[in-house]
């Protein structure tokens, strides 16, 4: 059953290099979807390792019918920021990031991605690393979602996930190729839904970010990762809160 279907929009494509890939893998096909999951548009199996993983304390079941809507409103909300004709692109830019910081619950995500490394740091590394993480994913995503002409995204469904968690899936529809399935997976903290994963073709990007990180601490360690996020993080604009 179709949900809603929306238009994407041209815009920027940003560039610049960084010792790990952005959250996905590179293929031209699967960069797409990054940029799509910009939008947050809301299934495949999801890790059983991020289901199990547990960030902040959990007071209800994630409802499908409230992810979907959830999911609809946020593409909704950023294809408006999209579209703002008297905006310019910083401050369409610096709009969709705070969207974005709003919807992902990115220190779940941050958590999950270092695995067993989180407990061997400190306090003050957790605490950047935290910082420079979200900073990283927003700046990547908000300056990545453009460059594309005609394609549009359809929510067809939405299922439990779990004891927690909602998947909502999405199909991105290219008038040049056959469409690109992304689920998004949602947990209400009681007061807020956040997406804590995206999958996409069922390539998850919690999975993906955490194996990428696994070889930048294998290289460098704990310090080496959160210097090669602060080399990033200081080549992007500044979040505005």
């Given at each position: 059953?179709?949900v809603s279907r929306?238009?994407?929009?041209?815009?920027?494509?940003?560039?610049?290099?960084?010792?790990?890939?952005?959250?996905?893998?590179?293929?031209?096909?699967?960069?797409?979807?990054?940029?799509?999951?910009?939008?947050?548009?809301?299934?495949?199996?999801?890790?059983?390792?991020?289901?199990?993983?547990?960030?902040?304390?959990?007071?209800?079941?994630?409802?499908?019918?409230?992810?979907?809507?959830f999911?609809?409103?946020?593409?909704?909300?950023?294809?408006?920021?999209?579209?703002?004709?008297?905006?310019?692109?910083?401050?369409?830019?610096?709009?969709?990031?705070?969207?974005?910081?709003?919807?992902?619950?990115?220190?779940?995500?941050?958590?999950?991605?270092?695995?067993?490394?989180?407990?061997?740091?400190?306090?003050?590394?957790?605490?950047?690393?935290?910082?420079?993480?979200?900073?990283?994913?927003l700046?990547?995503?908000?300056?990545?979602?453009g460059?594309?002409?005609?394609?549009?995204?359809?929510?067809?469904?939405?299922?439990?996930?779990?004891?927690?968690?909602?998947?909502?899936?999405?199909?991105?529809?290219?008038?040049?190729?056959?469409?690109?399935?992304?689920?998004?997976?949602?947990r209400?903290?009681?007061?807020?839904?956040?997406?804590?994963?995206?999958?996409?073709?069922?390539?998850s990007?919690?999975?993906?970010q955490?194996?990428?990180?696994?070889?930048?601490?294998?290289?460098?360690?704990?310090?080496?990762l959160?210097?090669?996020?602060?080399?990033?993080?200081?080549?992007?604009?500044?979040?505005t809160?």
């Amino acid at each position: 059953m179709q949900v809603s279907r929306s238009k994407l929009s041209n815009s920027y494509t940003g560039s610049g290099e960084v010792a790990f890939s952005p959250l996905v893998p590179s293929s031209d096909r699967r960069r797409f979807c990054r940029q799509a999951a910009v939008l947050a548009l809301g299934g495949g199996v999801l890790s059983s390792g991020l289901s199990a993983f547990v960030c902040a304390p959990v007071q209800a079941a994630t409802a499908p019918n409230e992810a979907t809507q959830f999911i609809s409103n946020l593409a909704e909300q950023a294809i408006s920021v999209l579209r703002s004709p008297g905006a310019s692109l910083a401050e369409r830019e610096a709009a969709l990031r705070n969207l974005l910081s709003q919807s992902f619950d990115l220190e779940f995500i941050g958590r999950f991605a270092l695995g067993r490394h989180w407990r061997r740091m400190s306090a003050d590394q957790r605490a950047e690393y935290i910082r420079l993480f979200g900073a990283y994913v927003l700046n990547t995503y908000s300056s990545q979602f453009g460059g594309y002409t005609g394609e549009s995204f359809t929510v067809v469904s939405s299922r439990a996930a779990g004891e927690k968690d909602a998947v909502v899936r999405s199909l991105i529809n290219r008038p040049s190729g056959p469409p690109i399935q992304c689920d998004w997976r949602v947990r209400d903290y009681g007061n807020q839904l956040r997406i804590i994963d995206i999958m996409v073709e069922g390539i998850s990007m919690a999975v993906t970010q955490r194996s990428e990180f696994s070889s930048v601490i294998k290289a460098g360690g704990i310090d080496g990762l959160i210097t090669a996020l602060r080399a990033k993080a200081d080549k992007l604009p500044a979040i505005t809160q």
